[in-house]
């Protein structure tokens, strides 16, 4: 069974930078695709970003581009989301995820292809 536990979250004024970070246990990262998605209370879980087992190409929502970063750390076993410039409509609950399943491109945008999920760790932006 995987685990997978987020840290990392907190309150933040609009501009800072916030990094998260979730540790797997049970079995090894690498062999795994990896997400984050966030959620407001009441709306449905949206994803952010995505690195792919297979060549660990990366995929980010277009309203992160160019500010979030996803990465791995395979000695760590953890993943991370560095977030820059953060905005207001970033304030949300984020969870990572993770699939050992193989997967197109598309297919990691979808939350229901992920099989593991952690707990979730809230970010909250101030204006």
């Known amino acids: 069974q995987v685990q997978l536990v987020e840290s990392g979250g907190g309150l933040v004024q609009a501009g800072d930078s916030l990094r998260l970070s979730c540790a797997a246990s049970?079995?090894?990262?690498?062999?795994?695709?990896l997400g984050w998605f966030r959620q407001i209370p009441g709306k449905e879980r949206d994803f952010v970003a995505a690195t792919r087992r297979s060549d660990s190409n990366t995929f980010y929502a277009s309203s992160v581009k160019g500010r979030f970063t996803i990465s791995r750390d395979n000695t760590k076993n953890t993943v991370y989301l560095q977030m820059n410039s953060l905005k207001p409509e970033d304030t949300a609950v984020y969870y990572c995820a993770a699939t050992p399943r193989t997967w197109i491109m598309s297919a990691l945008y979808e939350d229901h292809n992920y099989d593991y999920w952690g707990q979730g760790t809230p970010v909250t932006v101030s204006s």
């Open positions: 049970g079995r090894t990262l690498r062999e795994m695709s």
